[in-house]
């Protein structure tokens, strides 16, 4: 019975350098959201997508941060030029249907950016 | 904008006693109210949902009432055990795709 799973656990970049974080969503699920957790603070939503098809990426800094989720393979978040403030946990979460379903999440990825 | 506020932000309760989370939305279009339990350097897990057409519902410890004319809604541990320490997280969907947040509340169960 996999889960939600996430690929690598811990990252860890200098400056300027770029993040990949993987997530692969639960068997049967095609809807698939991002959340970061910075330390003692909550979940924010950060983007929202369908297999091929960004629906919602309004908690996504519009720079150097970038997510996709093709036909085939994980959904991937990217991170280009990283900087200390994107350290984070970065977690993904997946559901069966889209708006108000229950999602479930992955075991998330610490970014620690140096 | 779309917001959940949770309070309290820390809360501990001796073994044995009842602890109480609460949270208010401000979208009132949301209509799915899950719980998520998060324990130290793991994910979120659900513990318990609540959708808008019921007013309350409860799995063995835990239970969750809502009132949608209030838009608050609030989790009940009863019999608490040390293992139900753990950083609390209530969330409101259906608004739109995402869930929004509360901020947490870190429960401690002493023993």
């Known amino acids: 019975n996999a889960g939600v799973m996430q690929n690598p656990r811990h990252l860890v970049r200098r400056r300027g350098q770029e993040a990949r974080l993987r997530c692969s969503p639960m068997k049967g699920h095609s809807h698939v959201y991002w959340y970061r957790q910075l330390p003692e603070e909550g979940l924010k939503f950060m983007v929202y997508l369908q297999k091929e098809n960004i629906i919602d990426e309004s908690g996504m800094p519009k720079e150097r941060f970038s997510a996709e989720f093709p036909k085939e393979g994980p959904s991937i978040l990217r991170i280009q030029q990283v900087v200390r403030g994107d350290s984070a946990a970065y977690f993904c979460?997946?559901?069966?249907?889209?708006?108000?379903?229950?999602?479930?999440f992955g075991p998330g990825t610490r970014l620690l950016v140096l | 904008g779309e917001n959940v506020e949770q309070h309290p932000s820390t809360l501990s309760v001796q073994e044995g006693d009842s602890a109480v989370i609460k949270c208010t939305y401000s979208?009132?279009?949301?209509?799915?109210f899950p719980w998520y339990k998060q324990e130290l350097g793991k994910r979120p897990q659900l513990i318990i949902d609540?959708?808008?057409?019921?007013g309350e519902k409860k799995d063995q410890r835990i239970a969750v009432t809502l009132n949608k004319t209030a838009k608050h809604f609030s989790l009940h541990i009863t019999e608490t055990q040390p293992e139900d320490s753990a950083v609390y997280f209530c969330a409101a969907s259906g608004g739109t795709y995402k869930y929004i947040f509360g901020t947490g509340t870190r429960l401690k169960v002493l023993a």
């Open positions: 979208d009132s279009a949301s209509n799915y």
């Open positions: 979460a997946s559901s069966n249907q889209g708006k108000g379903e229950t999602q479930y």
């Open positions: 609540i959708r808008s057409n019921v």
